[in-house]
């Protein structure tokens, strides 16, 4: 099988190195400027992974009078790898299947314990047809892949993944925050989170690895998680339906004045609520660099130490 991977997303270059150590030989690697001024038979593949970071990226890679579905050969099958907008996927599956070709989405699951582990799981939009003849290259690529619909399914499900993940951040804190009020220790409150239902992969895997030794090397930014939360709230626009909790995990997101800058690890994200808690309370000496002590003691939402009880070991 040929193989042709599009961008350098960094989800192409695990992709490659997945590809490698499975023995797959021979997988050609194109620029995406490349594209558009490239001879048919210089990148001729049976398949191509879209390593772009969007799916307008994708759409501009595979659209046009010089685009990938005039020159590809028929019956190629188009892998979309990015962080994509479930309707232009659609739109883009349906322009793909009408010239011939396949398509499937592979969208990532941003598990924390995949991070954790270097693992990798996809979840997958296409027909069924696709999904079991690409299913090889699928279990070479990742770690593990689910079926969850047609075109655009992959990436609502993994919308739906990111706008939870956030949500979990953000609640575990607060919780985190409370209970350190009440005399709880951080690590004794996620502890007793991860014995009960509030517990998530955030409490189980996120804080004890990331958030409370203060480490932030997850791979994940925040603008990824920012832009994966402006899809999704795009998407349910789209849809009509009420925004509910999400327009207030959205919002907590966005880069004011005490939030993290997009480049900075996502989990940053928890430095409001958890800047006031002694940095001998963490296992490696926890400290929120991004929200100055002064002023998070002018803001309601930020933990503050209180003076008549003192956090139980």
Known sequence: MKICVIGDAPIGTRAIKALARAGV??????????????SHSSFSAEVYLMALATSQQ????????????????????VIDLSSGDVTLSR??????????????EAATSRNPADEANDS?????????ATVARIS?????????????????????????SDYLHAAHLITTAEAVAMAYRAGVTPQACIDAINLGAGRSAVSEVSFPRWVLPGRYD??????????DL???????TTLNLPEGLMKAVFERCQPPELCPADEDDLHHLCDRWLSMVPAQLHPSGFCATRVPAAEARETPETLETPETTAPRA
């Open 136 to 160: 090889a290259l699928l279990d070479a690529i990742s770690t593990q892949h689910l079926h969850v619909g047609d075109a655009g399914c992959g990436h609502a499900t993994a919308l739906a």
């Open 230 to 236: 402006r899809l999704a709230r795009s998407f349910v």
């Open 218 to 227: 997850s791979g994940i930014s925040t603008g990824q998680l920012r832009r």
């Open 91 to 104: 739109e883009l599956a349906v322009q793909t299947r009408l010239a011939g070709h396949h398509w499937l």
């Open 58 to 77: 994708v759409q501009k890679v595979l659209t046009g009078k010089q685009g990938l579905l005039r020159m590809a050969p028929p019956g190629s099958t």
């Open 25 to 38: 030989e021979g997988v050609m690697t194109v620029a995406e400027s490349e594209v558009q001024v490239a």
């Open 120 to 128: 990798l799981t996809l979840l997958i939009g296409s027909d069924e």
